[in-house]
C-alpha cells in the first residue's frame, strides 16, 4: 500500500514538474513572438515612412508618386488585423516604382 503511495506521488510530482516547465516554454514563447510582432510592425512603419518621403520628394512622376504615396499612407494606418495585406501592397507598389523607374533611367 505504501510503495503505490509512493509511487503514485513521484507521478504526480514528475507530471507537476512536466505541466510546469512546459507553462515556462510557453510563456518564452509568446514572449518572443510580441517581441517579434513588435520589431516587425516598427519595420513596417518606418519601411513606410521612407516610401512616402521618396513619394513626396519630386524624384518619381507623379503617377508613381501617388500610388506609392496611397499604399504608404495605407501601410501606416492600417490596422493589426489588415497589416500583412498593406505590407503586400507597398511591397507591390515599391517594386512597380523600381521597374518604372530602371525602364526610364538610360
Do not use: C, F, K, N
Not at 513521484?10 to 510563456?27: F, I, K, N
Not at 509568446?30 to 510582432?37: E, K, L, P
Not at 501601410?75 to 489588415?82: K, M, S
Amino acid at each position: 500500500m505504501t510503495v503505490t503511495l509512493i509511487w503514485i506521488v513521484v507521478a504526480l510530482v514528475a507530471v507537476g514538474l512536466y505541466l510546469s516547465w512546459t507553462a515556462g516554454r510557453l510563456d518564452r514563447l509568446h514572449a518572443r513572438i510580441d517581441a517579434s510582432r513588435a520589431t516587425h510592425d516598427a519595420q513596417l512603419l518606418r519601411r513606410a515612412s521612407v516610401a512616402q518621403e521618396l513619394a513626396t520628394s519630386g524624384v518619381l512622376d507623379p503617377a508613381a508618386s501617388i500610388v506609392l504615396y496611397q499604399a504608404a499612407h495605407a501601410a501606416r494606418q492600417a490596422e493589426e488585423d489588415h497589416r500583412e495585406v498593406a505590407e503586400s501592397e507597398l511591397s507591390q507598389a515599391l517594386r512597380a516604382v523600381s521597374v518604372w523607374r530602371r525602364r526610364s533611367t538610360p
